[in-house]
């Protein structure tokens, strides 16, 4: 069975400027988390989207968005982009989400710098 | 708010030595609570998970982690470490009810020493 599949891995861009991540889940996930990683915060829940809706967001400001798709796969999207959004971007799908358990599977991630 | 401590940074531990990884969290109620593992370069694994019953639960690669209400804390040991067991480790907890949002502890790193 494949894991999450994030694309791309890595990726670098310039201040102001905007990035689209993908995020492929689990065959049978159709719950999908986002998550920031950054040395100085760590990990910081970005959102979940659950039937192509979001359940759940994190305290992000409005730069940050994301989608899902009807076959789950999801995108996260950051406009505007500031130094500080150099960070390991993770993905994480579910399999039971009516409440959701926590047990995600994770993406080996997107490495975004900003430079 | 909820909030999960690690106290510890950085672990230096021999091969074959035990380990014991500290955890403690601040909730309402008790959560869901959780072990990821995050090797060099990689996504985040779960190693165990803690939803009710029985306080000492078993993971995979030999991790076991027991969950103290009286303590807020939910420690992860092993027996005996081996050189693979080199990573970082996060605690996580989860409210019951609110989907997979899982807020993180800041992870502690663990190093074999040979």
């Known amino acids: 069975k494949a894991g999450v599949t994030q694309t791309p891995r890595y990726l670098i861009k310039t201040r102001g400027q905007q990035v689209t991540l993908s995020c492929s889940p689990i065959s049978g996930h159709r719950s999908v988390s986002w998550y920031q990683q950054t040395p100085g915060q760590g990990l910081q829940f970005l959102f979940e989207y659950f039937s192509e809706t979001q359940r759940n967001k994190g305290n992000f400001p409005g730069r940050f968005s994301g989608r899902q798709f009807s076959n789950s796969r999801s995108e996260m999207n950051v406009s505007t982009l500031e130094l500080g959004d150099s960070a390991l971007y993770l993905c994480?799908?579910?399999?039971?989400?009516?409440?959701?358990?926590?047990?995600?599977?994770f993406g080996e991630g997107s490495r975004l710098t900003v430079l | 708010a909820q909030s999960v401590t690690q106290p510890d940074i950085h672990i230096t531990v021999s091969e074959g030595a035990s380990l014991e990884l500290r955890c403690n969290y601040s909730y309402g109620a008790t959560p869901y609570l959780f072990w990821y593992v995050q090797s060099p370069g990689q996504g985040l694994q779960l190693l165990l998970k803690?939803?009710?019953?029985?306080?000492l639960v078993q993971g995979i690669k030999g991790f076991e982690a027991e969950f103290k209400r009286s303590q807020s804390s939910f420690n992860l040991r092993k027996p005996s470490v081996h050189w693979s067991d080199a990573a970082e480790y996060f605690c996580a907890v989860g409210p019951k009810a609110a989907g997979n949002k899982l807020t993180f502890g800041g992870g502690t790193r663990v190093l074999v020493k040979p």
């Open positions: 994480a799908s579910s399999l039971v989400v009516d409440p959701g358990t926590g047990e995600l599977f």
């Open positions: 803690y939803f009710s019953g029985d306080t």
